[in-house]
């Protein structure tokens, strides 16, 4: 007497794979006022040469141990991170992005001296002078 049996098995079906999460927008590390704006377009125009925007950095300085660094850019760097505020592009230095995040950049003008202004809510405290920052 031969038997046979049945060998195949069946697989529970498959639950349907949930849907991917929306991602949020991701919000900009800098605000850029329009007084800065303007500013920066003037200091491009007045360069003389081509210019693909402004970068922006942290770097160790000062009293109080770090500084705002401003310069031209000839180019994008691949892990820049853009900030596009009017008709002027910056690029901000990826190793100062968790230093700038919520930052708003301004350009102030009083009778003694004129600049560009950082208000930084991550700013534990700044020098005397001004010139530098700690977080």
Do not use: W
């Amino acid at each position: 007497m031969s038997t046979t049996t049945d060998t195949t098995t069946t697989k529970p079906a498959a639950s349907p794979a949930p849907a991917p999460r929306a991602r949020r927008p991701r919000p900009q590390v800098m605000t850029v006022t329009p007084a800065a704006v303007e500013r920066i377009k003037g200091l491009i125009e007045g360069r003389g040469k081509p210019t693909a925007g402004i970068r922006i950095g942290v770097r160790s300085k000062g009293c109080s141990g770090l500084s705002y660094t401003l310069e031209f850019a000839d180019a994008q760097q691949p892990m820049d991170e853009i900030v596009e505020a009017g008709d002027v592009k910056l690029m901000i230095d990826p190793k100062a992005s968790l230093f700038l995040i919520g930052t708003e950049m301004d350009y102030a003008e009083e009778q003694m001296k004129s600049g560009f202004v950082f208000r930084n809510p991550n700013e534990k405290g700044r020098c005397g002078c001004g010139e530098s920052f700690h977080v």
